[in-house]
């Protein structure tokens, strides 16, 4: 008697599959949270808060971008991607390792780790252009298709923003400051406003109505595609201000310009339907931050202008990144972070599904006290970014904000807790009424 065929092997339920990538997510927010506990409270004060930002920034925004930018092209072209779901984890995986050994290499003072950390993280975010790339070419004329532009081209300035990182090490580890000091302002901006505003901007055109659970306006996705070009010249300007003042006050105003094609369709939309959830009111948070530290950041380019005791350029240089040093907790805790929480807790109930009871209940999970925590948080960090007050009191306020935001994690616990919970009620329930 020949032997049963044994069953094929069953793939992972796609739900499972985005869990457990954006476990990895919470892993880096999670360690960025305990790294700044231990650089603010003392045991490793001498490293500055370069090791928790990057944790924060390269780590959890970035790998949070490599899965979520693959599920909107996915959804935008209507076509699975180059690779399929096994790239994206690949992607993602390489990612995360060269994000790792990048922090192990600068901080161990071992160039060469860095340099091959640095290496990983442009492979992954290459293949990622190429993927999308090759699955815009073969997608058959959708509607919304062109948005998906815009992670080509985040992706293609992460690579050159980690590269540009690498360098800013290199040439300070040579004593060439003035070198160091342009490469950073340009590693920076090309990472903040090029890679992480690229992809917040462009993702919003698609998710902010969705999140308010309404229609798109007719012109968002033309008025998105038309400020692409004006965010990546924007970035680039401002990037190169480190050689010259005035480019960062025309740089800022450009990438403004270019931010108005996604902000304007929004604002309507806000206009239409209030957002009241706290993904929403999040998000609004954020982008203000980021609009408003943009803002600032042309201005005060501008205002400063070269320092000529300074040595003409090289002064402008150090004075642009003493500028974007002061507003890095901003931009991280105020933008980054924010958006990603927002991003969270719209997200989680809909990865982890289970019904409309089930999403219901785990939007009530990840809604609790909304108004409180977005208010909450905001105001604690703006104090904490004030300077007339005492450190103590900074420190005391945002400590507060961390562990406000930090309820959304909480909250993604709870909310699969939830799930599963009535998961297993429903099975029980319908074994009970089998006879």
Known sequence: MSPAPSSPPRRPHRRTTQVRRNAVVVGWLVSAAVLAVLVLGGPLA?????????????????????????????????????????????????HGLGTATVLVGITAARPGIALGGVGLVVLAALTGVAAISVQYRRAV?????????????????????????????????????????RLYVAHTMTMLLGFVGTTVLGTLTVLWPTMLRTKMEPEAPRWALRGLPLLVAGTALVACSGLWSPLGGI??????????????????????????SFATASATAAVTWFLGCVVVLGAGITVAGPDAGAGGAGGSASGVRDLIHALRVALGAGFALQILVGALSYLTPVMLGGGPKASRATNLVMDRAAAYRVT?????LLLAL??????????????????????????????????????????????????
């Open 251 to 276: 740089g800022a105003l450009v990438y403004l310009t270019g931010a108005g094609g996604v902000v304007l369709p929004a604002w309507r939309t806000a206009r239409r339907v209030p957002p009241t």
């Open 386 to 435: 004030t300077p007339a007050l005492p450190w103590e009191a900074r420190l005391t306020c945002g400590a507060t904000a961390g562990c406000v935001t930090l309820y959304a994690l909480v909250g993604m616990v709870l909310s699969g807790l939830e799930v599963r919970r009535r998961s297993r009620d429903g099975a029980a329930s319908r074994s009970r009424r089998q006879p």
């Open 141 to 181: 004329a959708p509607r919304l298709g062109t948005l998906a532009l815009a992670y080509v081209v985040a992706l293609t300035l992460l690579a050159v923003g980690a590269t540009l990182g690498y360098l800013t090490s290199w040439a300070e580890d040579r004593g060439a400051s003035g070198t160091a000091d």
């Open 46 to 94: 001498s490293w500055g808060t370069w090791l928790p930002l990057h944790a924060l920034l390269l780590g959890g925004i970035g790998s949070a971008i490599t899965v979520w930018s693959a599920h909107f092209a996915d959804t935008l072209l209507h076509r699975p991607a180059l690779g399929g779901a096994a790239l994206v984890n690949v992607r993602l995986g390489v």
């Open 376 to 380: 909450a948080a905001n105001s604690c």
